[in-house]
């Protein structure tokens, strides 16, 4: 028998509730009852939609035999979230006719899961959304905040909208096929909550790696869903990042720049995937913090082992310039004026956002790197 769901609700202007349980992607009522109007278009990526698409467009038919349904599928991998996806998600829109009542389904990881959002809320200038999230990093923060994206080669998300979702449904069965690399890429994004703000969640963390590696169903439902809680109180004090949101970017100035300095990763090549990439630049941002005296070289340390026991980068890959990632972090959307802006520690649980970072501690850490 399935556990009972864990909910967690999100408040704010736009309230909605995010539902963690396996077998969610079943549940014809609850999908169904989403969508407001006729149409519904389910976003997915070529690696998801063989695997669970079906099975959620015959669950949409079972509740609401009258729903047109059109399926947009895009090529797995980073390298899809771009302009020319977004405008052929749209064109989905259109083919389908779809009314202003219209619902996108976001079904996939983090990529889907921005460039589905970002399309229904350019669509008729909005229309709902819900998340299904199927990668952990998806199911912890992706799918829950309503920041919706595309990349252009200057940078990550850099074109994109504050939009939230109507509904999340994290069905936990779908963990099971995702593959151990991205599943720690998830565990990245965990264990930035720790970081940030939560000293025994970490230390939690630290104790039950092996069954969170392991793919435990209960331990990965109680990591989502304290995750999600934690994302949950800061995105309803602060839905379109003027403050306390931006702490959730620990470590992604850093990362981003790797990002987009090796191109973004994509099935085809071994470059740094998101959580990865995050994961490096959670030292870094560390490293920094220990070098401007905010927090002691123990508490990176601490860090960096943690993520690592979690069988995650801690360096910056070879061959990237740190000048080069320096230009890069200068285009972060958190600058303001010029300065760089960013999430930094003054220890473990304890990170706070410093304007006008000095570009010169930054370069070193990055050639220390
Ligand atoms: N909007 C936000 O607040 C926010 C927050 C964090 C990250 N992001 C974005 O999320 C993206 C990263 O998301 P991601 O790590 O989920 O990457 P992803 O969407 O590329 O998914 C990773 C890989 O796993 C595959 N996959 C997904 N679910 C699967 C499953 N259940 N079984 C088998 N394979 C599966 C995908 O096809 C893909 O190849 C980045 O673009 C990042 O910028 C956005």
């Known amino acids: 028998m399935n556990p009972a769901p864990r909910t967690v609700a999100v408040g704010g202007e736009h309230p909605y509730a995010i539902t963690i349980a396996p077998g969610l992607l079943h549940d014809a009522g609850a999908l169904a009852a989403q969508v407001r109007g006729r149409h519904a278009l389910l976003v997915s990526d070529a690696n998801v939609a063989p695997l669970y698409a079906a099975q959620v467009r015959e669950a949409l038919h079972r509740a609401r035999a009258d729903l047109s349904i059109g399926t ?5 991998g980073e390298a899809s979230k771009t302009l020319a996806q977004f405008g052929h998600a ?12 219209a619902c996108v389904f976001a079904l996939g990881g983090g990529v889907v899961g921005d460039l589905a959002g970002f399309a229904a809320a350019c ?5 709902d959304c819900v998340q299904l999230p199927t990668t952990l990093l998806a199911m912890v923060d992706s799918s829950v905040g309503g920041k919706t994206a595309v990349d252009i080669a200057q940078g990550k998300n850099l074109v994109g909208a504050f939009h939230p979702p109507r509904a999340v449904f994290a069905d936990t069965a779908t963990l099971r096929t995702l593959p151990a690399r991205e599943l720690r890429a998830g565990l990245a994004e965990v264990i930035k909550y720790g970081a940030i703000r939560d000293a025994r969640f970490l230390q939690w963390l630290r104790q039950e790696r092996e069954s969170l590696l392991a793919g435990d169903d209960e331990a990965l439902a109680l990591a989502i869903a304290a995750s999600c809680e934690h994302k949950a109180e800061i995105v309803e004090r602060d839905p379109l990042e003027q403050g306390e949101r931006a702490l959730l970017n620990l470590g992604h100035t850093f990362g981003h720049a790797i990002e987009t300095e090796q191109g973004y990763g994509s099935p085809d090549n071994d470059n740094l995937n998101h959580g990865e990439a995050v994961a490096v630049g959670m030292v870094l941002a560390a490293r920094l913090s220990a070098a401007l005296g905010m927090a002691g070289e123990d508490d990176a340390e601490t860090l960096r082992a943690l993520l690592r026991d979690y069988g995650l980068p801690t360096e910056i890959p070879a061959g990237l310039a740190p000048e080069a ?5 200068r285009l972060d959307k958190k600058n303001l004026a010029g300065r760089l802006r960013l999430v930094l520690w003054r220890g473990i649980g304890r990170a706070e956002v410093v304007p006008d970072v000095d570009e010169a ?3 070193a850490v990055l050639r220390a790197g």
């Open 123 to 127: 669509w008729m200038r909005g229309v």
């Open 361 to 363: 501690a930054v370069l």
């Open 72 to 76: 947009f599928v895009l090529p797995a």
């Open 325 to 329: 990632l320096l230009a890069r972090m």
């Open 90 to 101: 749209i064109e989905a829109l259109a083919a389908l006719g779809a009314s202003r009542d």
